[in-house]
Structures are given as structure tokens and as C-alpha cells.
């Protein structure tokens, strides 16, 4: 069972296109984590979100947390070939449990 | 500071070999962590530890799979003996305390298993 469900699971698109990815879950999280994985590397975390309703900014990158904590979406405004990788959200169920439940990831390639 | 180091970078051996991937983790990292990347399962947690303390192995797929942490900045994970479902990318990655730490991941280690 995959708890957390992420959607699309490929997506390509041209170069200054505007794009959203999600992260779906009927499980509450105290925290959710968005990482970025490119080819023959390990994922690299883009932004943590602890708030419902709570959304931050990284550049052209825009994440919002739900307001019930379960879900949360990535917006890429104007794409560039530099933004391609696996994108990968994970869930912290917090307190002394250190495991993170793992999306599939969504797989982006922009194209120039 | 380098990072989380993995060695190797590859490996592939012969079914029924014995493997041992290597991990050290960033200097004053308490948590560890061994995963299983491939395209049909994703990222799978298969050990952590804490202090060197492993605290749960409830991913480790099988007796086949053994994970030691002898001192803060080494762990192994050692297959034996190795079989071709066994061929993915292992990560090894650590972080701090907090519960909303960040993981760092090292490079991983791309098993074959032949």
C-alpha cells in the first residue's frame, strides 16, 4: 500500500511552461518534505512544510501544504531544463518515529 | 564537509556472492539511514539507527540482509548471499535530531546482481 500517492507519475513538458505536481495521502502528517533527485544522485531537499494552509516559496517554486495536513502540491512557474528530475515528496509522522513514508515521485523533463 | 560517502559507487556480482555496501555519514549526524531505490517500489526504508542503535529494521527484506553502525561514521549493509531481485540503487543518508530534519542522501550504490 502506497501512502502517499503522487501524481502525475511522468510528465514532459517545454521549456517556460507552467506545471503542478501533487501529494496525496488519507494519512495526517506533522510535516511534509519535498526532495529533488537527478539521474545517479541522491535526493536533495527543496523545502519542508509544518502548517496546514502553509505555503512556501523557492524561487519560480511554490509549495502549499493542505489545510488537513494529508496532502500538498509543487507549482513550477515558467520551467526551465535545469528544474528536470525526480520529484519526490515524503511524509514525517513526527514525534520519536524517524521514518518518512515515500512517494513514487513524479518523473519531469523539460525540454529546451 | 564531504557529504554522505557510499562506496562503491557500483557493484555487481554474481547471484550467491556476498555484498557489502559502505556508508559514512556527515560528522555529527545521529540518525542513519539505509534505502532500496527502484522504478517499481520507489525509495524504501529498510534500517535506521540512532547512536549507533539500530531502532527499526522492520524494511530489512529478509535474513539475507544484516546492517551493523560499529561507530558514529561507518555503517555497512551486507547481502548474503546476493540474488538478481536484490539489483537496485542503495542509499545511505543521515540527519540531525530534529524530527523535520532534513536527510541528506549520499550518491548511492548501483547493485547488480547477475
Known amino acids: 500500500t502506497q501512502l502517499l500517492e503522487q501524481s502525475p507519475q511522468f510528465l514532459s513538458i517545454q521549456e517556460g511552461e507552467n506545471l503542478t505536481v501533487y501529494c496525496n495521502s488519507s494519512?495526517?502528517?506533522?510535516?511534509l518534505q519535498w526532495y529533488r533527485q537527478e539521474p545517479g544522485e541522491g535526493p536533495v531537499l527543496l523545502v519542508t512544510v509544518v502548517t496546514g494552509g502553509e505555503v512556501k516559496k523557492l524561487k519560480r517554486l511554490t509549495f502549499q501544504f493542505g489545510d488537513a495536513r494529508k496532502d500538498s502540491s509543487l507549482h513550477i512557474t515558467a520551467a526551465q531544463p535545469g528544474d528536470t528530475g525526480l520529484y519526490l515528496c515524503a511524509g514525517a509522522r513526527g514525534g520519536n518515529n524517524r521514518k518518512l513514508i515515500w512517494g513514487l515521485g513524479t518523473s519531469l523533463a523539460v525540454n529546451p | 564537509d564531504a557529504g554522505v560517502i557510499q562506496s562503491p559507487r557500483h557493484e555487481v556480482t554474481e547471484m550467491g556472492q556476498e555484498v557489502t555496501l559502505r556508508c559514512k555519514p556527515i560528522s555529527g549526524h545521529d540518525y542513519l539511514f539505509w534505502y532500496r531505490q527502484t522504478m517499481m517500489r520507489g525509495l524504501e526504508l529498510l534500517i535506521y539507527f540512532n547512536n549507533n542503535v539500530p531502532i527499526d529494521d522492520s524494511g530489512m527484506p529478509e535474513d539475507r540482509f544484516s546492517a551493523k553502525m560499529p561507530n558514529a561514521s561507518f555503517s555497512t549493509l551486507k547481502i548474503q548471499p546476493s540474488e538478481p531481485r536484490d539489483s537496485a540503487v542503495y542509499f545511505c543518508a543521515s540527519s540531525l535530531v530534529h524530527s523535520t530534519d532534513t536527510q541528506y542522501f549520499g550518491p548511492g550504490t548501483r547493485l547488480t546482481v547477475l
Open positions: 494519512s495526517v502528517f506533522s510535516s
